[in-house]
């Protein structure tokens, strides 16, 4: 399972939903290490690192098939650097074809989640993502029993309900 989140959209007909809830992923990644110095990526995919170009071009095969692509982020307000990091990198998200919405932290308070990110795929595969505290993937796992499925969907569809789309959404 070396790539299951490409294995998943591979393989996905109709959804694939991806919920993040962390403040900060991958604080020593060097791309954030040149944004934090001052780059900036101006909405022009031309200043995009090269390993963009990869997930770019899945997300666009994915969504010209018919696959709905959602992206919800649950954060902290004020947010922290790394989400203005991901908050200016997101318009390459939307120009490959993902709807990307964000939903400050204390608006999903009420809203039973699940216990870590995960990606759903055609409401019937989740696929969890387990963090070490300081960001780091640490393992994945699959799951496809019912009530997790449900349990999924269900705080997916809230968090979507009550988040701002990325295009209104500015970080605080």
């Given amino acids: 399972m070396k790539y299951p989140v490409r294995e998943g959209l591979a393989q996905a007909e109709r959804s694939a939903v991806h919920l993040e809830m962390r403040d900060s992923y991958t604080p020593e990644d060097p791309e954030f290490a040149r944004w934090r110095a001052g780059h900036r990526y101006d909405n022009d995919p031309g200043k995009l690192p090269a390993w963009w170009a990869s997930w770019h071009d899945l997300a666009t095969r ?75 993937v640490v393992d994945r796992e699959w799951r496809t029993e019912r009530s997790v499925v449900d349990l999924v969907s269900s705080a997916f569809d809230a968090v979507w309900d009550r988040a701002t789309p990325h295009e209104e959404y500015k970080p605080v």
């Fill in 62 to 136: 994915t969504t010209a098939r018919g696959v709905t692509m959602r992206r919800a982020r649950i954060v902290s307000e004020p947010v922290t650097d790394y989400i203005r990091y991901e908050h200016d990198l997101t318009f390459a998200n939307v120009a490959a074809g993902e709807s990307v919405r964000w939903l400050p932290r204390r608006k999903a308070a009420d809203i039973a989640l699940p216990g870590t990110d995960l990606w759903m795929f055609d409401e019937s595969a989740v696929l969890f993502t387990y963090f070490s505290g300081n960001g780091e």
